[in-house]
């Protein structure tokens, strides 16, 4: 029916845009020693019943998912800074970017570090680790040894990944919790 069912909750989301199985990922330490997870070649022969997971892509996913949250009645309010929420009787109403808005449900979709969580109370007992800082970079011309594989490197300052993507580039990730890294340095 092309759509991504996720069996746990039931929820589901259409999908037509390509995939690929992945069959294994690999970690490589600073001193360039590799650890794979799982003999690719093995299930990649048993099929995609042996997967460990699947690649998709996410723009495709993401429109996919917002058109059918509009088609159920779901406003979108993007580049809304949330600066205040309250509840009101069965309402909650939002305030933020000089406007305001109610409804009886919201949607906070403004990440692991939610503000709207945080202005509504909720989480409190939650542990707050760090804030990742992330750059990605798309790179044509790489080859890697396997396209079913996600790459992931423990570097010093930084940790990276690579997978490969639909179009035959490369996506190459830089990540690191210290604010002080530069990113774009590190993956040069």
Same mark, same amino acid.
Do not use: C
């Given at each position: ?33 590799? !650890?794979?997870? /799982?003999?690719? =070649? +093995?299930?990649?022969? #048993?099929?995609?019943?042996? &997967?460990? %997971? *699947? ?37 909650? !109403?939002?305030? /933020?970017?000089? =406007? +305001?808005?109610?409804? #009886?449900?919201?949607?906070? &979709?403004? %990440? *692991? ?56 580039? *490369? ?18």
């Amino acid at each position: 029916s092309k759509r991504f069912l996720f069996p746990d909750s039931g929820f589901s989301v259409k999908y037509d845009g390509p995939y690929r199985y992945l069959y294994g990922f690999h970690f490589y330490s600073p001193n360039g020693r590799r !650890v794979a997870f /799982g003999n690719v =070649k +093995e299930r990649r022969e #048993k099929g995609f019943k042996e &997967a460990i %997971g *699947v690649a998709a892509s996410k723009e495709i996913l993401m429109r996919s998912l917002l058109k059918e949250a509009q088609e159920n009645g779901v406003e979108v309010f993007p580049g809304t800074n949330v600066d205040g929420i309250e509840k009101s009787g069965e309402w909650v !109403v939002i305030r /933020g970017s000089g =406007k +305001e808005f109610e409804g #009886k449900f919201v949607i906070a &979709a403004d %990440g *692991v570090n939610s503000r709207v969580v945080r202005l509504m109370g909720l989480n409190k007992g939650r542990k707050f680790f760090a804030t990742m800082n992330m750059v990605t970079w798309e790179m044509e011309g790489v080859e890697l040894d396997d396209k079913e594989v996600i790459l992931f490197i423990v570097g010093k300052e930084a940790d990276f990944s690579m997978m490969y993507q639909f179009n035959g580039n *490369v996506h190459f990730a830089s990540a690191s919790y210290d604010h002080t890294v530069n990113l774009d340095a590190a993956i040069d």
